[in-house]
T-cell receptor, first 115, second 114 residues
Framework: AQSVAQPEDQVNVAEGNPLTVKCTYSVSGNPYLFWYVQYPNRGLQFLLKYITGDNLVKGSYGFEAEFNKSQTSFHLKKPSALVSDSALYFCAVRDRDTGGFKTIFGAGTRLFVKA | EAGVTQFPSHSVIEKGQTVTLRCDPISGHDNLYWYRRVMGKEIKFLLHFVKESKQDESGMPNNRFLAERTGGTYSTLKVQPAELEDSGVYFC????????????FGPGTRLTVL
């Protein structure tokens, strides 16, 4: 069965410091991996995805994520956090070997960036 | 380009009543999805339409939930009769093309069953 784990309910960082939001996944086949962000009273917005190729993926707003197959991880990173990055972040996985449309999400990690 | 819209934004009903949620996807998107998030937990997949056909409804909790997408445009999700555990935020999303493409989400409908 597919699953996604985001082990931290909340991550606190100071503005200007690097941030990491962790995600590990489990699929029976090969994954498509996604990160989405949700701001208050808004729907989820796509940040970045891993499909194939280079394990380091760059996305919107200066975010990046690294696919690590051996550790089944896809951690979200940013070199220098901004207060405006404060939001709820969701990691998601699809199993490409079963058709790749059913998406499994994690429980979300709330990022709080302090000025 | 208009995004995914959902109506209503909030709904408060009593146990046993019926509620219908509506989703209008981005024009031209064949894929439409329904999800539910309950009390800060993970966002759970409910079902996936391709045009008007249900491609995967493995996440639908029980037969009190009925989703339709007549004509392959907007979709409705009806809960009848509603139970307390149905409370949560219901998200709709749409996408084009294959499973490697990202989804575009609506703002969600917050359903409270009293």
């Amino acid at each position: 069965a597919q699953s996604v784990a985001q082990p931290e309910d909340q991550v606190n960082v100071a503005e200007g410091n690097p941030l990491t939001v962790k995600c590990t996944y489990s699929v029976s086949g090969n994954p498509y991996l996604f990160w989405y962000v949700q701001y208050p009273n808004r729907g989820l917005q796509f940040l970045l995805k891993y499909i194939t190729g280079d394990n380091l993926v760059k996305g919107s707003y200066g975010f990046e994520a690294e696919f690590n197959k051996s550790q089944t991880s896809f951690h979200l990173k940013k070199p220098s956090a901004l207060v405006s990055d404060s939001a709820l972040y969701f990691c998601a996985v699809r199993d490409r070997d079963t058709g790749g449309f059913k998406t499994i999400f994690g429980a979300g990690t709330r990022l709080f960036v302090k000025a | 380009e208009a995004g995914v819209t959902q109506f209503p934004s909030h709904s408060v009903i009593e146990k046993g009543q019926t509620v219908t949620l509506r989703c209008d996807p981005i024009s031209g998107h064949d894929n439409l999805y329904w999800y539910r998030r309950v009390m800060g937990k993970e966002i759970k997949f409910l079902l996936h339409f391709v045009k008007e056909s249900k491609q995967d409804e493995s996440g639908m909790p029980n037969n009190r939930f009925l989703a339709e997408r007549t004509g392959g445009t907007y979709s409705t999700l009806k809960v009848q009769p509603a139970e307390l555990e149905d409370s949560g935020v219901y998200f709709c999303a749409s996408s084009s093309g294959t499973g490697r493409n990202e989804q575009f989400f609506g703002p969600g409908t917050r359903l409270t069953v009293l």
